[in-house]
């Protein structure tokens, strides 16, 4: 079973970086698809980014394309979302999911079968 620990949130300023990172503990994770989620308070967890098991595909959400870059190293047991161009409507706590059908990803959070605690994520105007 694929356990998964978001870290990297805090506060920054609009128009500032962050890099969150996911450590994955299990052997099977390298054949996992990974993904991102957010959820701001009052609102629904929304999709941000999703990448296959191997790196060969990424997918990104609207609002973020352009600014955010998912990605993994399945030998380190990692993934990460560079996060730039930050906007305060990007404050939210930050999710990273894993699903074990590592060459389809799903843009909805019951498509994920394992989940972070979450990093929270502050964008000051």
């Known amino acids: 079973q694929v356990q998964l620990v978001e870290s990297g949130g805090g506060l920054v300023q609009a128009g500032g970086s962050l890099r969150l990172s996911c450590a994955a503990s299990?052997?099977?994770?390298?054949?996992?698809?990974m993904g991102w989620f957010r959820q701001a308070p009052g609102k629904e967890r929304e999709f941000v980014a999703a990448?296959?098991?191997?790196?060969?595909?990424?997918y990104y959400a609207n609002s973020v394309k352009g600014r955010f870059t998912i990605s993994r190293d399945n030998d380190k047991n990692t993934g990460h979302l560079q996060m730039n161009s930050l906007e305060p409507e990007d404050t939210a706590v930050y999710y990273c999911?894993?699903?074990?059908?590592?060459?389809?990803?799903?843009?909805?959070?019951?498509?994920?079968?394992?989940w972070g605690q979450g990093t929270q994520v502050t964008v000051a105007s």
């Open positions: 299990g052997r099977t994770f390298p054949s996992y698809a």
């Open positions: 990448i296959h098991w191997n790196s060969g595909y990424t």
């Open positions: 999911a894993a699903s074990r059908v590592g060459y389809s990803v799903s843009y909805y959070p019951s498509g994920y079968d394992t």
